[in-house]
T-cell receptor
Framework: GAVVSQHPSWVICKSGTSVKIECRSLDFQATTMFWYRQFPKQSLMLMATSNEGSKATYEQGVEKDKFLINHASLTLSTLTVTSAHPEDSSFYIC????????????FGSGTRLTVV | SQQGEEDPQALSIQEGENATMNCSYKTSINNLQWYRQNSGRGLVHLILIRSNEREKHSGRLRVTLDTSKKSSSLLITASRAADTASYFCATLIDAGKSTFGDGTTLTVKP
């Protein structure tokens, strides 16, 4: 199989603090992972592409200094929301694809971030 | 804007009925995927159809793809209350990125 684990599943933080979200591929290596953001009753919007050993590629309109991405190993990518504000409250989901498998991407279970 | 647009946005049916959701996209694709999302949860991959395929089946799911119309449909037959969820189509664009449609929220009443 291809399992992606995301942690935490939910987090509440105060405005101005930073929150780190982890995305792990449990049974495969992923040189590339993707981070999405989803507002209530809306679709997923791609935020950035996380590349192992190099800088992440951010989509237009996504602040790279606010959403720090680190892909330090072949099985772990982290997204840090820095100086969080209430408008950053959202559902964040990562995905990865196991090389050579053609059944699409495997998604993590998501992280519900609430900034108060 | 999103690559994919889906209709209907919301669909409510009785258990046992069939549910059909449609997805349209804008650019050329290599494949199209359908995902399911239960409320507040992650996405579950349902089925992938390649650009050279026209129809694909998986259990109670049937997916069609019309590349000339840039559209796809997902049919769930003999629906169950447990099928209640949001369904998204996604197209694979460059560098492995997936672009998602707006989604269809399906409610199956027992």
């Amino acid at each position: 199989g291809a399992v992606v684990s995301q942690h935490p599943s939910w987090v509440i933080c105060k405005s101005g603090t930073s929150v780190k979200i982890e995305c792990r591929s449990l049974d495969f290596q992923a040189t590339t992972m993707f981070w999405y953001r989803q507002f209530p009753k809306q679709s997923l919007m791609l935020m950035a592409t996380s590349n192992e050993g190099s800088k992440a590629t951010y989509e237009q309109g996504v602040e790279k200094d606010k959403f720090l991405i680190n892909h330090a190993s072949l099985t772990l990518s982290t997204l840090t929301v820095t100086s969080a504000h209430p408008e950053d409250s959202s559902f964040y989901i990562c995905s990865a694809r196991k090389t050579g498998v053609n059944y699409g991407y495997t998604f993590g279970s998501g992280t519900r971030l609430t900034v108060v | 804007s999103q690559q994919g647009e889906e209709d209907p946005q919301a669909l409510s049916i009785q258990e046992g009925e069939n549910a059909t959701m449609n997805c349209s996209y804008k650019t050329s694709i290599n494949n199209l995927q359908w995902y399911r999302q239960n409320s507040g949860r992650g996405l579950v991959h349902l089925i992938l159809i390649r650009s050279n395929e026209r129809e694909k089946h998986s259990g109670r799911l049937r997916v069609t793809l019309d590349t000339s119309k840039k559209s796809s449909s997902l049919l769930i037959t003999a629906s169950r209350a447990a099928d209640t969820a949001s369904y998204f189509c996604a197209t694979l664009i460059d560098a492995g990125k997936s672009t998602f449609g707006d989604g269809t929220t399906l409610t199956v009443k027992p």
